[in-house]
């Protein structure tokens, strides 16, 4: 469990100026607030100086100004949530990219939290901020079609898990969906081997993709190598970043990633490694 020291710090990190006991409308504000102020991102993988997946570790990487990808962002956000009284599980869970099939492969860390509803019965709700551009707000455990601002996503039963659920993203998303497993896991020795492949890996989809994503009311933010999407409804704005000082304040004042734990050395060794696989990225869709 989180001291107080840290659970403040946690919620200022958040903007949240106040904490209170564990209800349906806080789990709101709290998913609301963290899914706009720390990204989902595969920074440090492309730096070569991936972080620990231990839960200490991972909520020390949050109240210190940095941010993650799933195993660190939906892990620090359940130890904030339990240490403020709610009752949280973890899920196996697998995402499922554009062109392939349905998984659960523990690529994923999923989460529900169960409150009492008005009548005193006990409800599931699907809590993720780790998923990058989605989804803004828990979603109840139920099947059915939920609007979010000017997205659409549907839960229902998964067909890779008995008795397992789906949490379908928007047609006009980056990937498809995610099924969870209903069992619930209690320590992350299952996830272990899976961040040292995406952290690691040369076979890792991350270690030559640098992307930051940040989930908005009513859009969301991608920083992807050297290009800025803003998407705010059906519109998308995009943005080259040609120099390092512009890449860095777009970092820092679009999503609040100011790489504290960077030396300027480093900073600078990852731009010119990012800037080298945006030319390359170039070359390539010239050929296309």
Known sequence: MMTNAEIKAYVKRLGITDIQPPTLSYLFDLHKAHVQSIPWQTIDIVAGKPASIDIKESVNLLITGRSGYCFHLNGAFSELLRSLGYKVSWHRAGVQPLGQEPRINSFHLGLTVSLANNQQEEQRWIVDVGLGDMP????????????????????????????????????????????????????????????????RSLESPWIHLFLVRQRLATGSNELRGCIWNRREGDHIEKTELHTKSQWLEVLGDVFQEHLVNYSKLEQDNLWKRVWKLHEEWKKEKVLE
């Open 136 to 199: 803004y707000e828990p979603l109840p455990l139920q099947m059915g079609v939920y609007e979010q601002g000017p997205f659409q996503y549907k839960v229902a039963p998964s067909s890779v898990a008995h008795n397992g659920w789906r949490l379908e993203h928007d047609p006009r998303a980056s990937f498809i969906g995610v099924d969870f497993a209903p069992e619930i896991v209690h320590d992350l020795e299952e996830f272990k081997p899976k961040h040292e492949f995406y952290s």
